[in-house]
């Protein structure tokens, strides 16, 4: 079993930066594809990026490209979302995922075993 917990969300203007944390419990969260997701009201839930088990491989969604940057503290059991330059359209809920049978993510949802509760965050205008 794994527990993931997301954290770092908030209120912020557009323009302004933010990092949140993914951290993860129960089974060592190193080794295996940890993804972020995000899902804006009545959209669907949407890749945004995934980095390997060892932290060597990421792979972004071109629309946050340049402007997110993933990356793990295997130490530490957590991942990262660095986000620069927040645009309104990227309102949304932040979701964690793991792929526990996998070093090497993917964008779909459906893939993955295990999900945080979620993190939103709001950019105003």
């Known amino acids: 079993q794994v527990q993931l917990v997301e954290s770092g969300g908030g209120l912020v203007q557009a323009g302004d930066s933010l990092r949140l944390s993914c951290a993860a419990s129960g089974r060592t969260s190193s080794g295996y594809a940890m993804t972020w997701f995000r899902q804006a009201p009545r959209k669907e839930r949407e890749f945004v990026a995934t980095?390997?088990?060892?932290?060597?491989?990421?792979y972004y969604a071109d629309s946050v490209k340049g402007r997110f940057t993933i990356s793990r503290d295997n130490a530490k059991n957590t991942v990262f979302l660095q986000m620069i330059s927040l645009k309104p359209e990227a309102t949304a809920v932040y979701y964690c995922?793991?792929?526990?049978?996998?070093?090497?993510?993917?964008?779909?949802?459906?893939?993955?075993?295990?999900w945080g509760q979620g993190t939103q965050v709001t950019v105003s205008s």
């Open positions: 980095i390997s088990g060892s932290g060597g491989y990421t």
């Open positions: 995922a793991a792929d526990t049978r996998t070093s090497n993510g993917s964008m779909w949802p459906d893939n993955y075993d295990y």
